[in-house]
């Protein structure tokens, strides 16, 4: 593709800060590929130091492989990132030096959100709506900025400052039937941030948080100056694109990293289809251009479709929006393609069988192979027309037929198998996991009923500090699991030990220092351990936290493998113990793997931190500072190690005196009483456990599959369709085993399950090569593209919806029909029904009066 003069400005321009507003097709993919491609090419920054943001894994993978191919291996260094992968990635850097985040953190979509929001959700209020009310109250808080050490107290005031300023909007949440249950609207008043406060605890118990907390949990830890300055140093460029879709507080979030950097801003206004989840363009590229002064360019050439659709499209949205059209194009937007094209057809069917009908006949005359998309306003709409197509192509044999699929059932990681399997996974990196330890026993442990984890999971186990997962260990039916921390203190084989390093990401930097204490049961030091290492990369900004500069490392640093080695033997059959200790365990395991010294050899592993949890789930926060504080103990951390470990040790002696035996004996009633019934599952984990350093992931899910169970499970159920998509998982965890052969397989799952989270909500997941006709809504749609394009359910109360409507909010569903004409690249076909499912007539939607008149461009078929 030639570049055009204002493509070329935006690659050329590395001075200026830039808004470009550049809409559908103009190709601003292939633009930041060249600009940053410039940049590196220039020398005015190493690709390390540019970071470019977009809203989706799709668009993040496409941009990350055209940076690659136009500036070569030296741009896979280019940090290119979805926003929530962006967020995720802070919250594990900083969870080393933040020891209220564990590091074993797992990240929970909307379904299992549900089960642990459910025993707090009023009945009769719908399930989205209450995990909306929910994310609206926490994104709140943070925009209110209400950090205090008072949860609870910090919900009530952002909930009672809500219903001052909007109330409404709240009410809308407890709207059901059309009718607002004033009851629940009335109880959440009330007793919202109990709510809150419930359910945050109930993600920390299962060290999991949800995609609000990725956005709040940065925003929180960026008031913290020296963080935020430590992530804002790290770049030079930064490019954010789809800013149309950016809500308030992630723009925030953005915001600070802006500061004395190169800031391109990349968006369309007549692009914005998510006011609805607090997007407000017009609002934050004002704010962009008030304070950091960018130059404004605008792409005025199309590149995707032919001349008689941009111009259809183009003229639409003038007729739409003429006032705000005129502000932003000084000049008309033009098709780069000299072919004009068919013109758009519009068809009536009598009835919604007459329309699928039409549409079915029309992908009949095309090629098998064309590039089709069947586009709707909602998933309704999308059910009924593939049950219509499913009907039409029994009247044709196999080879002639049409094979279509509802995209938004395929969303591939959530599918019920696919979430069952990865719940394995999940478990053997977050031991703390129970909504997956629920899912696996639910769906392959028999014996194990809903009432029995009901009681497992029941205030008195709670308080005898016991967890679901705790059954899923085969070290309950070895002993009380404590027991073998009491038997470490009482024979002087508990260690206590924390680790500094150049960063936080286990996979890939160098531990600085160990140190460690070997300690009695009175807590007494009997022996300890501190060295130095030099390490294979620069510490940075590291060096901020644990204070050792290179220089002091060079000078009093050894061989990271003699220090590694000697710290294996010295803690060889140790009891370990720390706070946040799976970082520590993380990164001594993947350090150990980089230099050939095989694994930890730990007699055993507890972290206070989840002790401390355990016991006391009502404090404000469970920072090894505050809990030494809180409780009657004598040291106070500093980051450094050998005092983080002092204060640990103290910390374990107080709960263990305090806490863990006076409840033993209750404890060991409990386990008495349960453990028999997951004897099996808990044999198998164990070896999955075991085979997890060893093996790769793919091995993993052979062994899940044929010796757990699993594959007998779905023959015995009659449900083989469903090992297929567990075999597509198989292919894509194979092309993952290659892209990350250099780390261990600990490593390897946990570059896999980040993947799974952070696009599990993504619509296009399908597996490569799938060759069915995707019916999908035009908010899934946006970012793709089709050669020839339906538009179905085009009807009035449809396309704008009822909710639309009755909401005032009929200009997003003008822009979503905008971005619904934008899709086709050679043909599009608009339909609708003239009569109800109920026999009654219905009209066009009225959208369709914006279209222009020119016979060349639309007509009436």
């Excluded at 590395?14 to 190709?27: E, K, M, Q």
């Excluded at 930064?238 to 950097?261: P, S």
């Excluded at 930097?509 to 501190?530: C, H, K, M, S, Y």
């Excluded at 940075?540 to 710290?567: I, K, M, N, R």
Aim: net charge negative; glycine share 4%; charged share 25%.
């Amino acid at each position: 593709m030639a570049i055009n003069k204002e493509q070329q400005r935006v690659i050329d321009e590395l001075d200026r800060n830039i808004l470009l507003l550049a809409s559908a097709g103009t190709g601003k993919t292939n633009t930041l590929a060249y600009r940053v491609a410039h940049i590196i090419e220039s020398g005015r920054a190493e690709a390390s130091q540019i970071l470019c943001m977009t809203f989706t894994n799709k668009a993040c993978n496409e941009m990350k492989g055209r940076i690659i191919s136009l500036a070569g291996s030296a741009a896979k260094a280019v940090e290119v990132s979805s926003f929530h992968s962006f967020c995720f990635k802070i919250i594990q850097d900083e969870s080393k030096r933040n020891d209220a985040l564990f590091m074993d953190v797992t990240i929970f979509d909307e379904e299992d959100c549900k089960e642990l929001y459910m025993p707090i959700k009023p009945g009769n209020v719908r399930d989205m709506s209450f995990a909306a009310l929910l994310a609206m109250v926490k994104e709140y808080r943070s925009y209110y900025g209400y950090y205090s050490n008072d949860p609870h107290e910090d919900y009530g005031k952002t909930i009672r400052q809500l219903m001052k300023e909007k109330s409404k909007d709240l009410e809308k949440l407890f709207v059901n039937y059309n009718q607002v249950q004033s009851d629940a609207f009335h109880a959440f008043t009330q007793e919202g941030a109990d709510w809150l406060v419930s359910y945050d605890e109930a993600l920390q118990s299962v060290h999991g948080m949800d995609f609000t907390d990725l956005i709040t949990g940065v925003h929180r830890l960026f008031q913290d100056e020296q963080i935020r300055e430590r992530w804002r140093s790290r770049y030079s460029y930064i490019a954010v694109d789809e800013m149309q879709d950016t809500g308030l507080l992630e723009y925030k979030v953005m915001e600070m990293l802006w500061k004395g950097n190169h800031v391109l801003l990349c968006g369309d206004y007549f692009q914005t289809i998510y006011e609805w989840r607090g997007s407000d363009p017009f609002r934050l590229l004002a704010d962009f251009e008030e304070h950091f002064d960018p130059l404004k360019i605008v792409f005025y050439e199309n590149f995707r479709s032919n001349r008689t659709l941009f111009t259809m499209a183009f003229e639409t949205l003038r007729h739409m929006f003429p006032k705000l059209v005129g502000n932003i194009y000084n000049e008309m937007p033009r098709a780069v393609s000299a072919e004009d094209g068919p013109p758009v057809r519009i068809y009536g069917g009598k009835n919604e069988y007459d329309e699928a009908k039409f549409i079915y006949d029309s992908i009949r005359k095309l090629a098998t192979d064309a590039n089709v998309g069947v586009l709707v306003r909602d998933n309704k709409k999308a059910q009924r027309l593939s049950a219509y197509f499913e009907r039409f192509n029994q009247d044709y044999p196999e080879t002639e037929q049409r094979q279509f699929m509802i995209i938004d059932e395929y969303k591939f990681y959530r599918r019920q198998e696919i979430k069952d399997v990865m719940a394995y996974f999940k478990l053997l990196m977050n031991p703390n996991d129970s909504v997956s330890a629920k899912r696996i026993i639910k769906r392959y442990v028999s014996g194990i009923g809903d009432a029995r984890i009901r009681d497992i999971e029941s205030p008195e186990s709670r308080q005898a500090g016991l967890k679901l997962t705790d059954f899923m260990d085969m070290k309950i039916f070895e002993a009380e699991p404590y027991a073998k921390l009491k038997q470490g203190l009482a024979n002087h084989e508990v260690i206590v030990y924390d680790v500094e390093s150049t960063g936080v990401d286990t996979t890939s930097d160098n531990i600085v220092q160990i140190a460690a204490i070997r300690i009695d049961e009175w807590g007494q030091i009997l022996d300890t351990f501190e060295r130095f290492i030099r390490p294979d990369k620069p510490v940075g900004t590291s060096a901020e936290v644990h204070g050792f500069t290179d220089e002091f490392l060079a000078e009093h640093g050894e061989p990271p493998q003699v220090v590694l080695e000697d710290f294996k033997v010295f803690s060889k059959g140790a009891v370990i113990v720390g706070h946040n200790v799976n970082y520590d365990v993380s990164i001594f395991t993947s350090e150990l793997h980089r230099h050939n010294l095989g694994t930890p050899e730990f007699g055993a592993i507890y972290d206070t931190l989840d002790i401390f949890r355990r016991f006391y789930p009502n404090l404000p926060n469970h920072k090894l500072g505050f809990l030494s504080d809180h409780f009657p103990i004598n040291h106070v951390p500093t980051h450094n190690a050998m005092d983080d470990i002092l204060a640990t040790a103290q910390l374990l002696i107080y709960a263990l005196d305090t806490n863990i035996v006076p409840t033993e004996t209750k404890r060991m009633a409990l386990i008495s009483q349960y453990k028999s019934a997951f004897a099996s599952i808990a044999s198998q984990m164990a070896t999955l456990r075991r085979k997890v350093d060893s093996d790769t992931p793919t091995q993993l899910l052979a062994y899940i599959m044929n010796d757990m169970g699993v594959l007998a499970y779905y023959k015995n159920h009659h449900e083989m369709a469903k090992v297929e998509y567990i075999r597509d998982l198989y292919r894509i965890m194979e092309r993952l085993d290659r892209e990350y052969e250099s780390s261990g397989g600990r490593d390897r799952l946990m570059h896999i399950l980040q993947l799974a989270a952070l696009t599990a909500g993504e619509p296009s997941q399908q597996v490569k090569n799938d060759d069915r006709i995707p019916i999908i809504t035009v908010h899934q749609a946006k970012g793709s593209e089709f050669d020839h394009v339906y538009l179905a359910g085009m009807n009035a109360g449809t396309f704008p919806s009822f909710m639309a409507l009755r909401d005032n909010n009929e200009d997003e569903e003008k822009r979503l029909f905008y971005v619904a004409l934008t899709r086709p690249k050679q043909e599009l076909v608009i339909t609708y029904s003239r009569e109800s499912l109920k026999g009654q007539g219905t009209k066009a939607s009225p959208f369709l009066d914006y279209l222009p008149r020119d016979p060349h461009m639309v007509q009436k078929v």
